[in-house]
C-alpha cells in the first residue's frame, strides 16, 4: 500500500494503467494492412519512424496516413489504420473508469500519456465507455504527448503538465507502467508507483 498522506492530485498514464495494452495484437493488425516491420516499429512505451513522429505531434493525422501509405506502398484506407492502432487496446474495464469517479470527489486528476490523435479520438469520444462517457469527463485535464511535441520520458513533458496545471509535486502521486517514465517523475519529486502488466490500479486506494 501506498502513504497518500499529504496527496491532493493524482496523475495516471493511459494505456497499461486505465486500459490494458496488447502489441501483440495492434503488431498483427498493422501486418495485415501491410506495415510487415510493424514488429520492430511498434514499441509499448515508445514507437519509431513516423509513428513516433505521429506521438510527438511532429505529423498530422493525415500527413501520417500518407506516409504510412508511401512507406509501406500499400492503398490502405484510413479507416484500416484506425483500426490497427487501435489494436493496442485492449477492451475498456467499465470498473476502472467509474472509480475515478469516486477519486475525483477527494484529489484532482490528471493524465499524461504518450499518445496520438487517432486513438484519442477514439477516448475522447462517447464510445470510449459503456457509460457513454468520453475520457475526458473524468478528469480535470488531459496532457498528451502529441500536443505537447515531447514525449516520456523527456523531463520537458513533465514540466509543461506541471507549470499549466500548477500542480505541486510533492503533493502528487504519478501512476505510469513504464519505468523510465516513473524514474523521471521520482527524480522531480512526485510520489510514484508503477503497476505491473495486467495490475488493476485500484487496489493503491483500498
Not at 493525422?61 to 490502405?76: H, P, S, V
Not at 469517479?101 to 500519456?113: D, G, H, I, P, V
Not at 469527463?137 to 503538465?161: A, H, N, R, T
Not at 519505468?179 to 508507483?193: E, I, P, R, W
Amino acid at each position: 500500500m501506498i502513504n497518500l498522506n499529504g496527496i491532493k492530485n493524482i496523475v495516471f498514464d493511459f494505456g497499461g494503467v486505465l486500459v490494458d495494452i496488447s502489441r501483440e495484437q495492434a503488431v498483427r493488425r498493422f501486418q495485415e494492412i501491410g506495415v510487415k516491420n510493424a514488429d520492430n516499429i511498434l514499441g509499448i512505451y515508445k514507437q519509431e519512424g513516423i509513428f513516433l513522429a505521429l506521438e510527438e505531434g511532429k505529423l498530422s493525422r493525415e500527413d501520417f496516413y500518407k506516409e504510412l501509405r508511401k512507406l509501406t506502398g500499400e492503398n490502405m484506407t484510413d479507416e484500416e489504420i484506425d483500426y490497427a492502432w487501435l489494436g493496442f487496446m485492449l477492451p475498456v474495464q467499465q470498473e476502472r473508469i467509474d472509480f475515478l469517479t469516486k477519486l475525483k470527489k477527494k484529489y484532482r486528476l490528471f493524465l499524461l500519456s504518450n499518445t496520438n490523435p487517432i486513438i484519442m479520438s477514439w477516448a475522447n469520444s462517447p464510445g470510449f465507455t459503456s457509460a457513454g462517457k468520453p475520457l475526458e469527463d473524468y478528469f480535470d485535464k488531459l496532457y498528451f504527448s502529441y500536443q505537447l511535441g515531447v514525449i516520456k520520458p523527456e523531463k520537458l513533458i513533465f514540466e509543461k503538465m506541471i507549470q499549466d496545471s500548477g500542480i505541486n509535486p510533492s503533493e502528487t502521486l504519478f501512476i505510469d507502467d513504464g519505468k523510465a517514465n516513473v524514474d523521471m517523475g521520482a527524480s522531480l519529486g512526485f510520489k510514484t508507483y508503477q503497476p505491473v502488466e495486467g495490475e488493476d490500479y485500484r487496489f493503491i486506494f483500498m
